[in-house]
C-alpha cells in the first residue's frame, strides 16, 4: 500500500512554508496560524516515545526471536556506550554476523559439496590454465595431463577406494 493510501500528499505548512511567501505579506490569522505551527514542531521532552506493544505489532515474529540476542545485548551496554553508539554498534554487529554466517556457510558448501566422480551434483571449480607470455619461464606451457584419461577424471586416480 501506498504511504498516503491512494491520497496525493499535502503538506500541512500551506503556502507561508517559503520565506518568499511569508514576505509577500501574512493575514493575521495566518501569523497566528504559522506561530502556533512552529510551536508544534518543538518535540516534548519525553518524545519519541517508544511504544513496545506497537513496535511487537508491527514486526514479524521471526524477525524478533533472531534480533532478540543481540537486542538484549546492547539494551544492556546502551547505559555504558550511551544510546546511539549501542544502536550504531548493534546495527553493525548485526551486518558483520550476517557476512560471516555466508561466509561460513560458503566454505562448508565449498569443500563438503564439491562436484567430484562420486557424486552427480555440486559446484564444479576448475583452474585455467596459466597465461605463459614469450620470453617468460615455462613457454610454452605443457600442461601436466600425460594422457586422454587425465581429462575430466574429477578426483577418481586420487581416491582410495
Given amino acids: 500500500m501506498a504511504q498516503t493510501a491512494g491520497v496525493k500528499p499535502m503538506t500541512i505548512a500551506g503556502r507561508v512554508a517559503l520565506e518568499r511567501e511569508r514576505c509577500l505579506g501574512m493575514t493575521d490569522a495566518e501569523r497566528a496560524w504559522r506561530k502556533q ?38 539494551t544492556k551496554l546502551a547505559p555504558i556506550l550511551g544510546k546511539a553508539r549501542a544502536q550504531d554498534y548493534r546495527y553493525v554487529t548485526g551486518k558483520l554476523g550476517i557476512i560471516a554466517v555466508g ?18 551434483g555440486g559446484w564444479r571449480v576448475i583452474k585455467t590454465k596459466p597465461m605463459v607470455l614469450p620470453g617468460q619461464p615455462g613457454f610454452p606451457y605443457k600442461s601436466e595431463r600425460c594422457v586422454d584419461s587425465d581429462y575430466a577424471e574429477r578426483g577418481f586416480k586420487k581416491s582410495v577406494i
Fill in 103 to 120: 561466509i561460513l556457510c560458503t566454505h562448508y558448501y565449498f569443500k563438503y559439496n564439491g562436484n567430484d566422480w562420486t557424486k552427480k
Fill in 37 to 74: 505551527w512552529l510551536k508544534d514542531q518543538v518535540l516534548a521532552a519525553n518524545e519519541p516515545v517508544h511504544v513496545e506493544e506497537y513496535w511487537r505489532e508491527r514486526t514479524n515474529p521471526i524477525r524478533r526471536f533472531y534480533r532478540k540476542p543481540l537486542d538484549t545485548l546492547f
